[in-house]
């Protein structure tokens, strides 16, 4: 089955994935702080733009291998590369003047506070 699938995914055949792409992201609450979580292999610092504003985070990268990798003939080209946007919105607004940004091991890490307490309300349950 494989061999009668991967023709039909030949990178001749699609688009170059050194296009843009997003990268996942994950986002979660501890510590009264929302952390958001970029998987960015092959990028350096240098490479990432984070911007924030409101209940919003861009992230923005750019990144490419050298030119004489494209003389390389690829039989299989699936590590994403190139520029990506990727804006993620939070559930509340943050402090901009509190966010730590963090690149390791390919993970972008950043740390957001928000402009007001992230509040839990204990909700009972019926039945």
């Given at each position: 089955m494989r061999q009668m699938m991967d023709p039909m995914f030949d990178t001749k055949l699609l688009p170059e994935f050194g296009t843009e792409f997003e990268p996942a992201v994950n986002l979660y609450e501890s510590d009264g702080a929302y952390t958001l979580e970029c998987a960015v292999p092959g990028y350096s610092k240098d490479d990432i733009k984070v911007d924030a504003r409101a209940d919003r985070v861009t992230i923005a990268g750019s990144y490419s291998h050298e030119k004489s990798n494209r003389r390389n003939h690829y039989h299989r080209m699936e590590i994403r590369q190139g520029s990506f946007v990727r804006t993620v919105v939070l559930p509340q607004e943050i402090d901009t003047e509190r966010i730590a940004a963090k690149?390791?091991?390919?993970?972008?890490?950043?740390?957001?506070?928000?402009?007001?307490?992230?509040?839990?309300?204990?909700v009972p349950v019926t039945g």
């Open positions: 690149l390791e091991n390919g993970l972008l890490t950043i740390r957001l506070r928000p402009t007001k307490a992230i509040e839990s309300k204990s």
